[in-house]
């Protein structure tokens, strides 16, 4: 079998899957040291190339871009293996703890292990930063937007289409440049017009059978509400697992408790505050991506009928979150590596990666403003330590990441 030559990757992969921390900035460091720097499935600059397009979809970034990796070295086969493997160690701990919530109490489930990970992964976005300044930063127009970029992306992080609307203004703003890039005459990549179709097809249909079923008060439609809120959720969320995590504490805790929905639709799909804020807390401190926190909202929803439905309710929220994203990718590849052989595009490309490194050394900073002052005060130097000992690993050793993650995991227990 042909995919048999891709297991050592698929092993890179799941490897990356069990010590990626941090959300989408945090695994793009990693993916940097693993799949670039140790196993040269890409180059930087494609890695660069590939988080700027993702930047640009909605969906899981992260996941997007990991995706994009497999289909580089195997295709789309090779590509949905990728994601498989990347999102089943968490999705899997996610959907356990749907299930493990009631034997638990909150605090029991915070523990030091994950003391010294907040900076561990901002050690991460600052090598990151670095190695993609070096790569996009050449002039006095791309170092303007790298400030711009850094410093509104800072300021308006949590506006989710805040990174979109950068991108496309700093490729624009060095579109404006009159310096002259050769027509590309390299063959064009065929379009998969199916990915897009299938994507249009399970959006409408999942939204008619839902609504359907809620005017008709299906006796067994939470199944079918569940699917359509969530592949709504992964069709249009731009801005990362944060502004996901938003959408649904807007839609299965602030709205269920309406007057107005209440008599409208009685049976909506409804979740305790302190269960959602268990989840959105915990799903931080696990590697993979912050997606998975919808396999946790599905079996959480479904907990009250029974062991089948809440396992059913795990694979709904993982299906119906992911699968836009693989889609949207798979469709919107082809196309944007044809835009790239036009000299308006391939200008625009210096832009976009200025904008995306400025969003990198933003997110850098948000991150070292977020971790709270008492953690500061009670072991500030151990967290410059940490922050400082990660990007030094990471510039002047070859040490693998998971190593590097480990040993931040021990040091939290025993420090």
């Not at 092993?11 to 990693?30: D, I, N, R, Y």
């Not at 997606?291 to 396992?311: E, K, L, N, V």
């Not at 059913?312 to 798979?330: K, N, Q, R, W």
């Amino acid at each position: 079998m042909v995919l048999v030559r891709h297991i050592p990757f698929l092993k890179a992969v799941f490897l990356h899957s069990l010590t990626a921390f941090g959300g989408p900035q945090g695994h793009f460091g990693m993916m940097l040291k693993t799949f670039v720097h140790e196993r040269k499935d890409i180059s930087n600059e494609e890695l660069l190339d590939y988080n700027a397009f993702c930047q640009m979809l909605p969906g899981a970034s992260s996941t997007q871009v990991l995706t994009l990796v497999g289909y580089k070295r195997g295709g789309i086969p090779l590509a949905i293996l990728t994601l498989l493997v990347w999102i089943f160690p968490a999705s899997l701990l996610m959907g356990a703890l749907s299930f493990l919530l009631r034997y638990f109490n909150d605090k029991e489930l915070q523990h030091d292990v994950f003391k010294y990970v907040a900076p561990m992964t901002i050690g991460f976005l600052a090598y990151a930063s670095t190695v993609a300044f070096r790569l996009a930063i050449h002039n006095t127009i791309t170092r303007v937007i790298l400030v711009a970029s850094a410093s509104l992306s800072f300021v308006f992080f949590k506006i989710p289409w805040m990174i979109p609307l950068l991108i496309v203004v700093g490729g624009f703003v060095t579109n404006l440049s009159d310096r002259r890039f050769p027509q590309g005459e390299g063959n064009r990549k065929k379009i998969k017009w199916a990915n897009i179709w299938l994507f249009v097809l399970v959006f409408l249909v999942a939204g008619l059978v839902s609504e359907t079923a809620r005017k008709n008060n299906w006796q067994n439609r939470r199944p079918i509400n569940l699917f359509e809120n969530t592949y709504r959720f992964g069709s249009i969320v731009f801005g990362g697992g944060q502004v996901l995590v938003a959408m649904m504490y807007e839609q299965f805790v602030v709205r269920p408790e309406s007057e107005k929905v209440m008599q409208r639709n009685p049976n909506v799909i409804r979740i305790t505050r302190d269960d959602f804020y268990t989840g959105a807390g915990i799903v931080r401190a696990m590697p993979g991506p912050v997606f998975s926190i919808a396999t946790y909202m599905g079996g959480i929803s479904m907990s009250d009928r029974g062991t089948g439905w809440q396992i059913l309710g795990c694979f709904i929220g993982t299906i119906a979150i992911f699968l836009p994203s693989l889609l949207l990718v798979l469709f919107f590849f082809p196309i944007w590596n044809n835009l790239k052989k036009y000299a308006i595009i391939f200008r625009a490309l210096e832009g976009i990666n200025a904008s995306v490194v400025g969003f990198l050394v933003a997110s850098t900073l948000y991150m070292l403003k977020d971790i709270p002052v008492p953690e500061w005060a009670d072991h500030g130097w151990m967290n410059l330590a940490v922050i400082v000992g990660t990007w030094v690993t990471l510039h002047y050793t070859r040490l693998p990441s998971p190593v590097i993650v480990i040993s931040c995991l021990l040091l939290g227990i025993l420090v």
